[in-house]
């Protein structure tokens, strides 16, 4: 009986689920065989975890994963008490850490911490470019002393349809954007990740897809108030899997529009192409605001599973703008509502 692996309960029904990985990956899969849409089953190898055949190095737990190195100025940092959640408890910090999507490690599987041993963010910088007064590069722990740090609970709504509720730590994006002065002919940002193939698995193992990760804001969207850069959770620097060293947080938009581990920010005077636009066009908007009344074409947005701990099968409904309209209505007079 000791040998006996107790799971969380997301580990079998995620990988049969459709979603944005199992969708793509299969497809992906199908077509490199040249099956064609047969040969469906054969896929589900692919997702197993602990095949990482480093156990010597291997973090023993998803919270093993800070990186030793992470700059500890600020945390834990005062709670900003201007943003509440106040209708949903905060996720237990292990799910928030175990359950995630970040497709550099692997897009099969939302238990990737156990994949991210090679990885070694630090020393950090942030280069800075495009439509600025000048150009620069920033070292991220500069920018953590510079501007300080304060913890922010917000919702967070993937475009899977599952949720949590995160205390996240870091500082305004504005005054990143300030930091750059931008030109005024600039009117987007656009947002590139890092790419390092010997470090992140999932780059190899998906190597179809246009890496690095990409993503892009609009000039009031980035200066927004709740436009969050997030270097840390749960009064700690960020795990490797939560996007260490740094992310944004957009808590009114969809996860995938908050890039993790972003490492240039260029500014631009058009709209920025994006990962996920490119994949799918009809499926994933460059706007992507949370919307319950504007269904993902293959599954409803009315509602979402509300992760609280290891137990995902909670539903609740989804909110306009995930509860944040006051904030961000007037940006959009187009959306429905
Ligand atoms: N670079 C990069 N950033 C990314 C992703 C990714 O695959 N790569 N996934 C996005 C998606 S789809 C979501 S829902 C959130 C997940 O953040 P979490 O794992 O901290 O909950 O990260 C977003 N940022
Ligand atoms: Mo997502």
Sequence with gaps: MSNIIIRPNWVLPESAASTQDAYFNRRRFISTLGLGTIGVASVGSLGCIGQTGEAAEAPKGPLDTIPADAPRDGYPAARNSLYKVPERPITDRIAASSYNNFYEFDGNSKEIWHL???????????????LVEKPMTLDLSDLIRRFGIEERLYRHRCVEAWSLTVPWEGFPLRNLVELAKPLSKASHLKFVSIARKNEMPGIKKQSWYKWPYYEGLRMDEATNELAFAVTGMYGEPLTKQNGSPIRLALPW???????????????????????????APDEYSFLSNVNPKVPHPRWSQATERFIKDMDTTRRVRTQLFNGYEEFVGDMYPNEPR
């Design 253 to 279: 938009k969809y996860g995938y529009k908050g890039p993790k581990a972003f490492a240039k920010i260029e500014f631009v005077d058009y709209e920025p192409k994006t990962f996920w636009n490119d994949i």
């Design 116 to 130: 991210t041993d090679k990885y070694d963010p630090y020393p950090f910088t942030i280069e800075i470019g495009g």
